[in-house]
C-alpha cells in the first residue's frame, strides 16, 4: 500500500484492521480505473460547505476539453459504492456533463484516515471561506487528540494563525454564517470578538450590513461600545433656595435635555457653591 503524503503527516500509514470486514476486490494502489460516476458518494467529511456552480462549470468545459488529466482518489465502501477520499469538484464537474465514468485511484482508508485526507488537502489549497477552515482544525485537533502548538507545526503554520481561526467559532451562529457567505470579512468578525456581550456583536452585525462599515470603521464602533461611561456627578439638590432659582434650574436643565434629543453630546456640570450655583456648559462644535 502506498501511504498518502498527508497521512505521513499524522502518522496514518498503516492499515487499520478495524476498518471494515468487506470483502474488497483488490487493486493496485497507483492503478488508475474506471468507476461509475452513479456508484460514487461524496465525503462525509468534506470541510467544504460551499462549492462555486460558476467555478464547477469552468471546471466542467475545461475537463470536456482536455480530459481528466488528474483522476480523483475513492475508498471502497460496499460492493459497489465508494466514497470519494479527494477529487469532489472533480466528481461534481464530470456529473454535469452526464458522465457515465471518471478515472478513479483506490485507496484502502479508515474514517479517520479519509477525514484527515479531506480536511488536509482543503487547507492546502487554501479555497476554504475562514470557517470552513477554523472548523476544519477543530476537527483536526479532536481526531488526533493534538494541541495547537502541534497541529500548527504539523501543517507549516503559525499557531497564532490557528488559534485566532479556532477563535471565530466561539462567535454566534449569525455572524459565522455571514463569514460563511462572504458578507463580512475575517478582520470584522476579529473585532466583533473583542465585544463580550452577544446582543451587542449582533446589533454591530447588523450596523456593518445595514451601513456597509469597512474594518476601521467596526474597529471604532467596538472601541466606542467597550469606552467605560462615565459616571455623572450627583447633581445640586434644590433644597433650601427660593421657587425662582427652582424653575430656573430646571429651566436650564430641560433646555440642555432638549438639545441633546438632537444628537448633539452636551457636556454639563453643575456646582453648589456658597453663594451661587455654576453651570458649566461644554458643546462640540462637530456633531
Same mark, same amino acid.
Given at each position: 500500500?502506498?501511504?498518502?503524503?498527508?497521512?505521513?503527516?499524522?502518522?496514518?500509514?498503516?492499515?487499520?484492521?478495524?476498518?471494515?470486514?468487506?470483502?474488497?476486490?483488490?487493486?493496485?494502489?497507483?492503478?488508475?480505473?474506471?468507476?461509475?460516476?452513479?456508484?460514487?458518494?461524496?465525503?462525509?467529511?468534506?470541510?467544504?460547505?460551499?462549492?462555486?456552480?460558476?467555478?464547477?462549470?469552468?471546471?466542467?468545459?475545461?475537463?470536456?476539453?482536455?480530459?481528466?488529466?488528474?483522476?480523483?482518489?475513492?475508498?471502497?465502501?460496499?460492493?459497489?459504492?465508494?466514497?470519494?477520499?479527494?477529487?469532489?469538484?472533480?466528481?461534481?464537474?464530470?456529473?454535469?456533463?452526464?458522465?457515465?465514468?471518471?478515472?478513479?485511484?483506490?485507496?484502502?482508508?479508515?474514517?479517520?484516515?479519509?477525514?484527515?485526507?479531506?480536511?488536509?488537502?482543503?487547507?492546502?489549497?487554501?479555497?476554504?471561506?475562514?470557517?470552513?477552515?477554523?472548523?476544519?482544525?477543530?476537527?483536526?485537533?479532536?481526531?488526533?487528540?493534538?494541541?495547537?502548538?502541534?497541529?500548527?507545526?504539523?501543517?507549516?503554520?503559525?499557531?497564532?494563525?490557528?488559534?485566532?481561526?479556532?477563535?471565530? +467559532?466561539? #462567535?454566534?451562529?449569525? &455572524?459565522?454564517?455571514?463569514? /460563511?457567505?462572504? !458578507?463580512? =470579512? $475575517?478582520?470584522?468578525?476579529?473585532?466583533?470578538?473583542?465585544?463580550?456581550?452577544?446582543?451587542?456583536? +449582533?446589533? #454591530?452585525?447588523?450596523? &456593518?450590513?445595514?451601513?456597509? /462599515?469597512?474594518? !476601521?470603521? =467596526? $474597529?471604532?464602533?467596538?472601541?466606542?461600545?467597550?469606552?467605560?461611561?462615565?459616571?455623572?456627578?450627583?447633581?445640586?439638590?434644590?433644597?433650601?433656595?427660593?421657587?425662582?432659582?427652582?424653575?430656573?434650574?430646571? =429651566?436650564?436643565?430641560?433646555?440642555?435635555?432638549?438639545?441633546?434629543?438632537?444628537?448633539?453630546?452636551?457636556?454639563?456640570?453643575?456646582?453648589?457653591?456658597?453663594?451661587?450655583?455654576?453651570?458649566?456648559?461644554?458643546?462640540?462644535?462637530?456633531?
Amino acid at each position: 500500500m502506498v501511504v498518502h503524503p498527508f497521512n505521513r503527516i499524522f502518522g496514518l500509514g498503516e492499515k487499520d484492521t478495524d476498518s471494515t470486514n468487506l470483502e474488497e476486490e483488490s487493486y493496485h494502489p497507483d492503478e488508475v480505473i474506471q468507476v461509475p460516476v452513479k456508484n460514487i458518494e461524496p465525503n462525509r467529511y468534506q470541510p467544504r460547505s460551499i462549492f462555486n456552480e460558476e467555478k464547477i462549470t469552468e471546471l466542467a468545459q475545461t475537463i470536456n476539453t482536455h480530459g481528466m488529466i488528474q483522476p480523483i482518489v475513492l475508498r471502497q465502501i460496499d460492493d459497489e459504492k465508494y466514497e470519494i477520499i479527494a477529487g469532489e469538484r472533480r466528481w461534481r464537474a464530470v456529473q454535469s456533463l452526464g458522465w457515465e465514468t471518471v478515472s478513479a485511484i483506490i485507496r484502502e482508508m479508515t474514517d479517520t484516515q479519509t477525514a484527515s485526507v479531506a480536511l488536509i488537502e482543503n487547507l492546502q489549497r487554501e479555497e476554504l471561506t475562514v470557517i470552513e477552515e477554523a472548523v476544519a482544525y477543530a476537527k483536526l485537533l479532536e481526531m488526533h487528540s493534538l494541541t495547537q502548538e502541534a497541529l500548527a507545526q504539523r501543517l507549516g503554520k503559525n499557531q497564532s494563525t490557528i488559534a485566532n481561526k479556532l477563535r471565530l +467559532l466561539k #462567535l454566534p451562529e449569525p &455572524i459565522q454564517q455571514a463569514l /460563511l457567505a462572504k !458578507k463580512i =470579512t $475575517e478582520r470584522h468578525a476579529r473585532a466583533l470578538i473583542k465585544l463580550k456581550d452577544e446582543e451587542k456583536q +449582533l446589533n #454591530l452585525l447588523n450596523e &456593518i450590513l445595514e451601513h456597509e /462599515l469597512n474594518v !476601521k470603521q =467596526t $474597529e471604532d464602533r467596538v472601541a466606542t461600545i467597550n469606552k467605560p461611561k462615565e459616571k455623572k456627578k450627583p447633581r445640586p439638590k434644590l433644597k433650601g433656595v427660593n421657587k425662582d432659582v427652582r424653575i430656573a434650574m430646571n =429651566t436650564i436643565r430641560q433646555s440642555l435635555s432638549m438639545v441633546s434629543d438632537t444628537g448633539i453630546e452636551v457636556e454639563s456640570d453643575e456646582q453648589d457653591l456658597d453663594d451661587y450655583y455654576q453651570i458649566t456648559i461644554k458643546i462640540p462644535k462637530k456633531k
